[in-house]
């Protein structure tokens, strides 16, 4: 171990992974456990996306690619972006990666110098942080409040910033805490960053995942800030594809080009087949894109409301994505079973190990006081989870 590299040790095991094991072990056991820890939407990959997938095989689609992916699926992402987003995009502007993750992973390396400062905005997505330490950058942690729906203000920016600060992190709908920055409060906080040399990676991994009246408003849409915004996105929640692994890229063509040359040493082109079943996804007929998303919609009230009854329990009324992200500080301190709580891993595991329920601890998203719940599971089992959760705190 002593040969490993700084940059290495500077990360952190994913903490999703070590709950995740322990109930995967349990249900192994044959242990009846509830789970809403995934972060994936439970419903299938579209019938029509796989026959993509399986026709590109039968044509022998399954050799190399561009590097950047092919043209029909760049074509299909523009037309997505001007569709979705409002935003207007060159095919020479767009790279496609192994999933969001990738995208992001070769921007932070693009982007940073060693040294370099990137505000990631707390409870955050678990990769972020990492990257950037990867990448030879350091997080700059700003932390939001229940209070303020888990958002970070202008002002808190502001004074986050340094000569050093080379990117800011939105995510918004926020994995996970569900929040969705509103048009307003996007161009507040792009007021704060503009013209003062720092990048903004926009992750809109959910921005088709979002609840009542609420839209994303993406910060690439302000025209001062479309050379220095860069948007990642990807098929894997919209459409349930996470396992065919196609994420995507959008902003100034000159990173493009850099994300392009760290992919072509790296792992070159992602996978030809899920590239075709990618531009089927994106021009395919995106009914079950409204309809998954009411579903979500159901389910999101339902974990609200019933979180909520349970003493000890607060949470904010997630507006995107299908996780809800109670606090749970008011169960600090007690004991339960003989149990004390110490910190939400301690909740975390006496939820899952006495009353088979699976969930996330606050503590990898930068939020010790918070349990991450995903709602990408039946009404059934929700009521079920829920069940156990009231009797778990008696
Ligand atoms: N960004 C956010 C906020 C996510 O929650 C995820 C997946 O969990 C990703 C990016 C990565 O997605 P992909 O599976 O396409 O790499």
């Known amino acids: 171990e002593q040969y490993l590299t700084r940059r290495v040790l500077s990360m952190q095991e994913s903490q999703t992974m070590r709950i995740s094991n322990l109930a995967n072990k349990m249900k192994a056991e044959g242990r009846d456990i509830v789970s809403l820890s995934a972060g994936e939407p439970d419903f299938p990959t579209p019938a029509h996306v796989n026959q993509a997938g ?17 043209a029909d699926l760049k074509k299909a992402i523009v037309e997505k972006f001007r569709r979705d987003n ?4 060159q095919e020479n502007q767009i790279i496609v990666s192994n999933g969001g993750k990738q995208t992001l992973a070769n921007t932070f390396l693009a982007l940073c110098e060693e040294g370099d400062e990137v505000i990631v905005p707390a409870p955050y ?36 910033i340094t000569p050093k600060t080379k990117i800011v992190v939105l995510n918004s709908p926020s994995n996970p805490t569900g ?16 013209g003062r040399g720092i990048f903004v990676v926009s992750d809109e991994m959910y921005d088709m995942i979002v609840y009542g009246d609420v839209r ?16 990642s996105n990807g098929v894997s929640k919209t459409y349930a594809m996470t396992g065919w692994r196609i994420g995507y890229l959008a ?22 087949i899920a590239q075709k079943a990618a531009v089927a996804a994106l021009t395919g007929d995106q009914g079950i894109v409204e309809e998954r998303r009411a579903e979500f919609e159901k389910r999101r009230d339902y974990m609200y409301e019933a979180l909520n009854s349970i003493p000890g ?3 904010a009324l997630p507006q995107g994505a299908f996780y809800i992200f109670p606090d749970i500080s008011g169960l600090l301190g007690q004991t339960f079973d003989g149990v004390v709580m110490k910190d939400s891993a301690d909740v975390a595991e006496y939820l899952l190990k006495v009353h088979h329920v699976a969930t996330v601890p606050g503590d990898a998203f930068g939020a010790p006081e ?7 599971a039946s009404i059934a089992s929700l009521e079920e989870a829920i069940n156990r959760i009231r009797r778990a705190f008696k």
């Not at 994303?216 to 860069?230: L, N, Y």
């Not at 902003?251 to 030809?272: E, F, H, R, V």
């Open 125 to 160: 997505w678990v990769s972020f942080p990492e990257m950037v330490r990867l990448a030879g950058g350091i997080p700059v942690i700003i932390h939001t409040t229940l209070e303020e729906e888990y958002k970070m203000t202008p002002a808190q920016l502001d004074a986050a």
């Open 86 to 89: 409002g935003l207007e995009f």
């Open 216 to 231: 994303p408003f993406s910060p690439a849409r302000i025209p001062e800030m479309k050379e220095w915004v860069i948007v």
């Open 179 to 194: 929040a969705v920055y509103t048009e307003a409060e996007v161009r507040a906080l792009m007021k704060v960053v503009e």
């Open 251 to 272: 902003g100034p063509k000159w990173l493009i080009d850099a994300c392009d040359k760290i992919q072509s040493q790296t792992t070159s082109n992602p996978n030809a």
């Open 370 to 376: 918070n349990l991450r719940m995903s709602y990408a």
């Open 54 to 70: 399986i026709d590109a095989i039968n044509a022998g689609f399954t050799r190399y690619t561009a590097n950047s992916g092919i």
């Open 313 to 315: 329990f607060k949470t």
